[in-house]
C-alpha cells in the first residue's frame, strides 16, 4: 500500500512544509436549508432583489446579510449589558 495523497505531517518545528495552512480553518460554508427555510430564502431575496433594484443579488448576499444584522443586534444587546462580545 503506497503512502500516497493527503498533507503531509510536520516533521520539526522549523519545517515549513506540511501541517496547519494559514486560514484553514473549520469555518462553516455551506448551509443545508429546509424545504420551507429554502423557500423563505428565495422569498427574501426576490424582495431584497426588487427593493435594491439589483438582480445579481444572491440568497448567499441575502443570508450574509441577515446574519450579520442579527449578529450586530446581538453584540448590541452585549454592550448594553457590560459584557464583552469576544
Known sequence: ?????GSRPKQRPDDLRG????????????LQLDKDTAQELRILTMVRRGATE???L???D???????????EYAE??????????
Open 1 to 5: 500500500m503506497s503512502n500516497r495523497g
Open 19 to 30: 501541517g496547519v495552512r494559514p486560514g484553514a480553518g473549520a469555518l462553516v460554508q455551506r
Open 58 to 60: 444572491s440568497p448567499l
Open 54 to 56: 439589483n438582480p445579481a
Open 62 to 72: 441575502v443570508a450574509t446579510a441577515l446574519i450579520h444584522q442579527a449578529y450586530l
Open 77 to 86: 444587546g452585549i454592550e448594553d449589558h457590560g459584557m464583552d462580545t469576544d
